[in-house]
């Protein structure tokens, strides 16, 4: 039939042939690859707009799924051992729940009997400092001490409001904190129990062609998810006792004691969790305390074990060890964390490396071609038994 076209039509088309043919091969696949990814940015951009909105719900999910590739391996094991599924989650929750309260009620035991002493000291050390800048060579009145503190509380609250609005997004009132903490128990029991049947639901919902590829790569980021929760609380730990250990001798050093050394080193423990931002938080309570009982010196020492502490953990621990881990370029967690920590504030910060390590495994994963040769990478770090 195309012999039967009008002189129009065959007009046009040789028009737009020609067209085709001025246009250089390299402008050609970077306009098919661009609108590639305009559809792609459209896609996460939709994606993060959801999760915003429903953050309240999004939010504790993403925890629950963080403590569900922890408690998964401990349930399987129990498991592997005898026990029937619903008694081994059972004991992987309540072992949640005791090592979380316990360390919670050991802080705020330690800091309720702590709290008078530091308030005291803490007047006391104010005091020393508002004399020694009222004498030579300051000679500051009260009002200018006054209005100083003032201008740097001001900058604070200025330079952290992007964080606390984060954290306050994600719950600013007790319901929303107890439908928080009730949603992670509800997913993290249904995860355990379930989380096979709800992950190959998930991957029916794509083109069965796509599904191999979804499968395996859903897998391989669970795997790396697993791998990520065991090496951060290995790295927790480490920076706890560290510090800890370092607020200890320091105290034994100066004869003088060092309290709170405990919910220091439980603090750190979960601060380090929160990358960058918990680091920086808990390190700085523990050089307020030294300063506070004991003095400048031992402050400057307490500073000293804690940059000593993180320097360990970010050109040892961060390199070699999470980084075999979760393999992501550490460039790459400092960006990521910027990022998300910018949009989502702490939640944002405390997903970023996760969220990092799974996307980049899984796009390898796909792109790679695995699903074709490997369509189940390592099965046995998936919950496909519990």
Do not use: C
């Not at 609108?35 to 999910?61: D, E, K, N, S």
């Amino acid at each position: 039939m195309g012999i039967f076209r009008s002189r129009d039509e065959r007009t046009n088309e040789a028009l737009v042939r020609e067209t085709l043919d001025s246009v250089s091969p390299g402008m050609r696949i970077a306009a098919a690859w661009s609108w590639r990814v305009l559809v792609v940015a459209a896609a996460l951009t939709l994606v993060g707009f959801l999760i915003i909105q429903l953050r309240l719900i999004a939010v504790p999910f993403f925890v629950a799924v963080v403590l569900s590739a922890l408690l998964v391996p401990f349930a399987r094991w129990l498991q592997s051992k005898g026990l029937p599924k619903g008694l081994t989650v059972a004991a992987a929750m309540a072992a949640l729940l005791i090592v979380v309260g316990g360390l919670l009620t050991l802080v705020v035991v330690q800091v309720r009997n702590g709290i008078p002493d530091l308030q005291k000291q803490t007047r006391g050390r104010i005091a020393d400092l508002t004399d020694w800048l009222g004498g030579e060579p300051f000679n500051l009145s009260t009002a200018d001490i006054n209005g100083y503190l003032d201008d740097l509380w001001s900058g604070i609250q200025r330079d952290s409001s992007g964080l606390v609005t984060g954290a306050l997004n994600i719950g600013s009132t007790a319901a929303h904190v107890l439908a928080g903490v009730l949603i992670v128990l509800f997913s993290t029991i249904f995860i355990l129990i379930d989380g096979r049947r709800i992950f190959t639901w998930v991957v029916r919902l794509f083109p069965r062609r796509a599904r191999p590829a979804v499968s395996g790569a859903g897998q391989a980021g669970w795997s790396t998810l697993t791998r990520f929760v065991k090496v951060q609380i290995f790295v927790a730990f480490v920076d706890a006792v560290g510090i800890g250990l370092g607020a200890f001798i320091i105290g034994l050093f100066f004869s003088g004691g060092f309290p709170l050394v405990l919910p220091i080193a439980v603090l750190v423990f979960l601060g380090s969790f929160i990358p960058v931002v918990g680091a920086v938080l808990t390190g700085a309570l523990a050089v307020f305390v030294a300063l506070v009982f004991l003095g400048p010196l031992p402050a400057v020492v307490m500073l000293g074990v804690v940059i000593l502490v993180q320097q360990i953990e970010g050109h040892v621990l961060q390199p070699f060890v999470m980084g075999t881990a979760v393999k992501v370029h550490p460039l790459a967690v400092v960006l990521g964390v910027a990022g998300l920590g910018f949009l989502g504030g702490i939640a944002g910060a405390f997903f970023a490396v996760p969220i990092l390590a799974m996307v980049n495994v899984m796009v390898g994963y796909v792109a790679r071609g695995e699903w074709r040769v490997n369509p189940h990478p390592d099965e046995k770090d998936v919950s496909s038994d519990v």
